[in-house]
Structures are given as structure tokens and as C-alpha cells.
């Protein structure tokens, strides 16, 4: 595999975090479990999983998974966990316990995103880290979908890597998030030129040559989702899966509300016809790259896939500049 050096790579290397392509798996609930995580990890990327909403012995599963795909029956994890913000913040939250979960199995680091008073979790993870004697500290990955939330992550919260959404995701997104285009170079205009730290560019992401253009924008890599749903080792049913690759997309959607009908005849009409397999009765959450999504395939694959292309269009577009 040709070597792409970001501030990712040589960070990561630096930090105990081998990476040898500059590609970040989202934390998708439903989709990013340890099976994928893990994979993610192999190939030389980072894998980040996401606890599902069904407890704490389900997201202990997971990490028995990791251990076993890794070889690491115990110690530090080379994966990180994902955990919104308003979902810790709810009363008696779950997700706390899950997070502590996530801590206790020496994840590498953790991503936030969502919430009214992030700042108090990547507290609780800087205190976990200092009882535990943890060396090197877990890293902490904070998206952000303006120069603002930027600006407090880095200045405020001191965040190790930040994940610049735009408006291409899919999944939990901001309405206000401009385009990861404009959004990426307009945090990188705002932090200080020396010192500054990784930003992973998400949104919209398929191919090789959206994280060659990502990384010429200037971004120390990129975060991808969608194409990850339909991964062999995806959570995601057969049936998302197939509704992902069937996908149109010439017909965008942003859904928020379902409305002209009675609610119990259209949830009925759904579950029947998830039941049979019907695609278009499932819910499946993808970006704006889900049109250039097209077959099944290893994890694995898709990262050699993505960081070969990437390498040819980096090399590629090298050739465009020369002496007059």
C-alpha cells in the first residue's frame, strides 16, 4: 500500500495509533459494530463503533467481538467508540454506563457529537483517564458543523482531532452545516497555522477521488459512513443494504416528519413490508455518495479500494503543476 502522510497518519503513529491510510469509519448505530470496527482497523484505517440502543450486555458483545477478530484477548483496543451528546445527556442515561464500558476496554479513542454540554463528557473521559493512569491518553474526536463549535472544541475542550459534517451526511446532521467543502477550509482558516490539529473531513464520501479532493482541500483525512453500510461486516440487514445499492440519487431526501396519513396504517404498511423484504419499507440512513455505492463487498476491500484510487488522483493531479 503506497503511504499517504496526513497529520492524521504521522499523529496517529506518534500517539501509539498505527494508521496507514487516512480513512475514519463513522460510528453508525445499526451498521458499525465490532465485526466492522475491527476490519476497519486490519486494513489500516481506524474503525470507530457505536452502541446500539439495546443496552449494555449488547455493546459488551461488540467489544468480545473486537478482542476476538483482533487477537487482543486483553489490553488497550486500536478502535474508537462514538456517543451523541443529548443521548448521554438524557436522565438516567444507559449510555453513560456505556461509555465507562468503552473506557474500561481501553478504547483509543472516543468521538462526541450532539449535545448541550459536551464538554462535561470529555471531562469525564479526561478523569477516567487520569484514575486509570491510561498512557497514552484516549484521544477525543468532537464534530463539529460550524467555526464556532470548532473554535470552542480546540479552545475550550482541547480536543485531539476535529470532524468537520457537512451537509452531504447522512445520519444525526446539522441544518445549518454548509457544504464539507466550505466547511473544511473555513476551519482550517480560523485555527492557528502552527500547531494546529487534524481535521477529518465528512460528508458525502464514496470514492478515491473524494478523498484525494478532500485531502488537497486540506483536511488530514475523511470520514466515511455511507460506503461502509454495505460492507460484509455491517450491521446493516440485507435488506438496507439492498435498499442502499438500489438507491437513486437523483432523488435526494431529508426526511424529519411523515405526514398525510393515518401514523397506525403507515407503520402497519411498513413492518409488513419490511417483513417481505420490500426496500422501500426500511429505514436506511445514507449521504449524498450513496448513488456511487453499488456491490457488496469486505471492508477491507473498500479501504484498499478508496486509499489506492485516492493515491492515483493525488498523483494524478500532481502532474497538472510544473514549470512554465
Known amino acids: 500500500?503506497?503511504?499517504?502522510?496526513?497529520?492524521?497518519?504521522?499523529?496517529?503513529?506518534?500517539?501509539?495509533?498505527?494508521?496507514?491510510?487516512?480513512?475514519?469509519?463513522?460510528?453508525?448505530?445499526?451498521?458499525?459494530?465490532?465485526?466492522?470496527?475491527?476490519?476497519?482497523?486490519?486494513?489500516?484505517?481506524?474503525?470507530?463503533?457505536?452502541?446500539?440502543?439495546?443496552?449494555v450486555e449488547t455493546f459488551r458483545n461488540e467489544f468480545d467481538i473486537v478482542r476476538s477478530t483482533l487477537n487482543r484477548p486483553s489490553g488497550p483496543l486500536p478502535i474508537g467508540a462514538g456517543f451523541l451528546g443529548w443521548k448521554l445527556e438524557e436522565p438516567d442515561s444507559v449510555h453513560i454506563d456505556l461509555l465507562k464500558l468503552a473506557l474500561e476496554n481501553g478504547v483509543q479513542a472516543i468521538w462526541f457529537s450532539f449535545g448541550e454540554d459536551l464538554g462535561r463528557w470529555i471531562e469525564f473521559v479526561r478523569i477516567h483517564d487520569q484514575q486509570s493512569a491510561k498512557t497514552p491518553r484516549t484521544l477525543i474526536f468532537v464534530q463539529v458543523n460550524s467555526v464556532d463549535e470548532a473554535l470552542l472544541a480546540v479552545q475550550t475542550w482541547k480536543v485531539d482531532v476535529l470532524v468537520a459534517q457537512g451537509n452531504e451526511s447522512g445520519g444525526h446532521g446539522s441544518a445549518s452545516a454548509p457544504p464539507v467543502m466550505n466547511l473544511v477550509p473555513q476551519i482550517l482558516s480560523a485555527l492557528p497555522p502552527s500547531g494546529a490539529i487534524p481535521v477529518l473531513a465528512a460528508g458525502g464520501l464514496s470514492t478515491g477521488a473524494h478523498l484525494a479532493a478532500f485531502l488537497?482541500?486540506?483536511?488530514?483525512?475523511?470520514?466515511?459512513?455511507?460506503?461502509?453500510?454495505?460492507?460484509?461486516?455491517?450491521?446493516?440487514s440485507d435488506v438496507q443494504k439492498r435498499a442502499i445499492i438500489a438507491a437513486n440519487p437523483a432523488i435526494p431526501a431529508v426526511t424529519a416528519v411523515e405526514s398525510g396519513g393515518d401514523i397506525s396504517r403507515i407503520k402497519e404498511?411498513?413492518?409488513?413490508?419490511?417483513?417481505?423484504?420490500?426496500?422501500?419499507?426500511?429505514?436506511?440512513?445514507?449521504?449524498?455518495?450513496?448513488?456511487?455505492?453499488?456491490?457488496?463487498?469486505?471492508?477491507?476491500?473498500?479501504?484498499?479500494?478508496?486509499?489506492?484510487?485516492?493515491?492515483?488522483?493525488?498523483?494524478?493531479?500532481?502532474?497538472?503543476?510544473g514549470d512554465a
Open 1 to 55: 500500500m503506497s503511504t499517504i502522510r496526513t497529520a492524521i497518519t504521522v499523529y496517529s503513529v506518534s500517539r501509539q495509533m498505527i494508521l496507514l491510510t487516512p480513512i475514519v469509519l463513522a460510528p453508525m448505530a445499526g451498521a458499525s459494530g465490532g465485526a466492522l470496527a475491527s476490519e476497519l482497523s486490519l486494513a489500516g484505517g481506524f474503525g470507530f463503533l457505536s452502541p446500539m440502543y439495546t443496552g
Open 216 to 236: 488537497t482541500l486540506g483536511a488530514s483525512g475523511a470520514v466515511a459512513g455511507t460506503r461502509f453500510l454495505v460492507a460484509e461486516e455491517s450491521q446493516y
Open 269 to 321: 404498511e411498513l413492518v409488513e413490508g419490511a417483513k417481505r423484504g420490500d426496500t422501500r419499507s426500511v429505514i436506511a440512513w445514507a449521504g449524498t455518495g450513496v448513488g456511487q455505492v453499488d456491490g457488496l463487498q469486505p471492508a477491507k476491500d473498500i479501504v484498499r479500494e478508496l486509499h489506492e484510487a485516492a493515491v492515483a488522483h493525488l498523483k494524478a493531479s500532481s502532474a497538472l503543476v
